[in-house]
Every structure is written in structure tokens, then in C-alpha cells.
């Protein structure tokens, strides 16, 4: 099965690689593209670190290695630890479970730096703070949209040579259906089934028409890649 990935460039490449170890191959469509924004660290200490996305962390970003992190999920944790962290904490998945997490094992008060993506929900930043946390974001990195996707992949599309893309998030979701109607793709990619890795992604293309949308039973890619082998 040939399977549009809408991740940026890098992910898309070990998505792509996954894929072919099923047996699928992969038409890469990157919706964004990811970038260090530079931004400086908020002032004081704090006691803990968290973060959702493996994007979060740089050698060089200055951040206190002896400070426990509080991962969203596996792969967060493990560029953590190639990072030079040693006391990494693994939530479920996504943002709500990350917070539980923090809320059942940080003590309160305390200060966490919360190493942030630009365009984001604040989903964890008001659970925490509600529940008593101090949270200071840095945004340090960005997922730029693209303007266009690579013309291999329109063209694949409009020959109709695709069946399935994946999603991993609400906005690239949003993006991909943007950047379809700009190459003059929107109807194939709508008759495309569509793999979400939660509901909130799958909304977007759902309320655009699309009739075979899946959400994935975990917010990982392994669940994810599962639905390949589901029925249509």
C-alpha cells in the first residue's frame, strides 16, 4: 500500500522506513517543517522539565541536565536521554496524560520549564497551573508550514496511486488539507483513508467530508501503523 506521510522531513523519513517494514511504501507530503526558534530560557530556577515533542531538545539549549523530565511519550524520553538527561519520567502519550503523571509524582509547589513548540494547545500548561504548578514555557522550536507539497506527491495523488495517509496531529491535519486544495488534489485526498493518531486530529477531516477516518487506539505511531492492516 503506498501511504501519505504529512510529517516534517526527518520524521517522515523513519515513518517512511517503518512502513516499508510492513511491507507499505511511503509518499512523503510534510506539511511543516521544524526549526530551533533561539529562544532564551525563562529566568529562575525551576525544579522539573517537561516536554511533547522529541523536538524539544538541543545539546546545546542550556537546559540543567540534573533536573528530572517529564516525557509525553516514549520517543520524547528517549531523545531526553540522548540529550544527557538521566532522570526521564514517561507519560502516556499526550498532553492530558503527561500532566497526571507530573501531578501524581512532582510534589507541589514547583516550577517546571516546559520546553514548547510555538504553535501549540495549551493543554498542558492550564491543567498544570490549575492544579497548582508554576509553569514557564520557552517556545523553542517551530513547525513552519510548507508552501507546497513536492510535486512526486501530487502526482501521486492524482494518479490515484495512493490509499491511505497517516496524521499525527489537529493542525497538520488542517495543513494537509490546505496544501491538497493548493496542488489541486483536495477531492483525491479526501477519498484517501485516513489513520489519526487521536480524535482530535481526525476531527478536521471529518468535518471537510471524508468518509473513512480511524483513530488510533493509543497516541503512538506503532498503534497507528496498526490500522494499515485493519479493513478499509
Not at 17 to 39: E, N, S, Y
Not at 46 to 72: C, K, L, M, Q, W
Not at 128 to 152: F, I, K, Q, R, S
Not at 175 to 192: E, I, K, N, W
Request: proline content about 6%; hydrophobic content about 50%.
Amino acid at each position: 500500500m503506498r501511504v501519505l506521510v504529512t510529517r516534517p522531513a526527518h520524521d517522515a523519513e523513519r515513518t517512511a522506513a517503518a512502513l516499508a517494514r510492513l511491507g507499505h511504501a511511503a509518499v512523503l507530503a510534510p506539511a511543516t517543517a521544524i526549526r530551533r526558534t533561539g529562544a532564551m530560557l525563562p529566568a529562575g530556577r525551576y525544579h522539573a522539565v517537561a516536554a511533547t515533542s522529541h523536538h524539544a531538545f538541543a545539546a546545546d539549549d542550556g537546559v540543567e541536565r540534573a533536573r528530572p523530565v517529564f516525557a509525553v511519550g516514549s520517543r520524547t524520553a528517549a531523545a531526553a536521554r540522548a540529550a544527557g538527561f538521566r532522570d526521564v519520567r514517561v507519560g502516556a502519550g499526550d498532553a492530558s496524560g503527561l500532566a497526571d503523571l507530573v501531578r501524581l509524582t512532582l510534589p507541589r509547589p514547583a516550577r517546571l520549564l516546559f520546553l514548547a513548540g510555538r504553535d501549540r494547545k495549551p493543554v498542558l500548561e492550564d491543567v498544570l497551573t490549575g492544579a497548582g504548578y508554576e509553569v514557564a514555557a520557552a517556545e523553542v522550536y517551530a513547525a513552519d508550514p510548507v508552501d507546497a507539497w513536492p510535486e512526486a506527491a501530487v502526482a501521486a495523488l492524482r494518479s490515484g496511486g495512493v490509499e491511505a495517509a497517516l496524521h499525527y496531529s489537529r493542525r497538520s491535519a488542517e495543513l494537509a488539507l490546505s496544501l491538497a486544495s493548493r496542488g489541486g488534489v483536495a477531492d483525491a485526498v479526501l477519498r484517501l483513508r485516513h489513520l489519526c493518531l487521536s480524535a482530535d486530529a481526525a476531527e478536521p477531516l471529518s468535518d471537510r467530508g471524508a468518509p473513512a477516518v480511524r483513530i488510533a487506539e493509543r497516541p503512538d505511531e506503532d498503534a497507528l501503523l496498526t490500522l494499515l492492516a485493519a479493513a478499509p
